[in-house]
């Protein structure tokens, strides 16, 4: 079984708006089996927490992510129980970060698959400094985020914070690329989906392309196999 929760927390070391920064961390881990109903795809996109500093930057982020199209798959069910006790850890963490366009839970069915496998994946928002910007930024604030999400990680009972990688999606892949090419890196392993280009480090990485088009595969596969440092 796979367990979800969302945490609301704050880095006393940057400010939002005046205030230490607003960070939502979704949640997914092994969870012991129950009875307990799974939760629906609806539950992932609302954040409000129901507390007054939290619930104006939840409101928005709600409104970002119900796009077009969205609502409609709102009451499916999940493989992921809300809360549900948790699996003897610890276990090893993923860390992941959306494209530009993304959400924490855009890839909600992997990180529920990866729970029932053994895994912590832990997710956010990565919203802007801009309180009127709710979108992935496109700064630095990425970064610190995730190094946000692994210190989360190091408090959490059931995680094994010496043992994580990061999976990231266009955007979010290059930003977990830049940071597993940085020396200090605690990142074990990258995946990259639709990662644009690779990046000289120790750590493994499995980049995936974004195409159905088989030549644009193979291009795709010269081109990092030349890059890659191994």
Known sequence: RAGFGLKWETDPTRLYAGKPRPIPVGVWYPARDSSAPHIAIGDYYETRPGLPQFDPLATRLNAYMRGPGV????????????????????FPVILYNPGNTGNYADNSTLFECLATYGYVVLSTSYHCENPQLVAP???AVRERDMIFLHRFATALAIA?????????????????????????????AVVGIDASDARKGSAPMLLVPDAKDPAAIREFL???LKKAPQ
Do not use: M, N, Y
Not at 71 to 90: C, H, I, N, V, W
Not at 163 to 180: H, S
């Open 71 to 90: 609502e409609k798959l709102f009451p499916l069910r999940t493989a992921a129980t809300r809360d549900a006790p948790s699996a003897k850890g610890p």
């Open 160 to 188: 094994d914070a010496s043992r994580v990688a990061a999976i990231g999606e266009r955007e979010g892949a290059q930003i977990a690329l830049v940071w597993a090419s940085e020396p200090d890196t605690p990142l074990a």
């Open 222 to 224: 010269d081109t990092h």
């Open 137 to 139: 930024c496109l700064s």
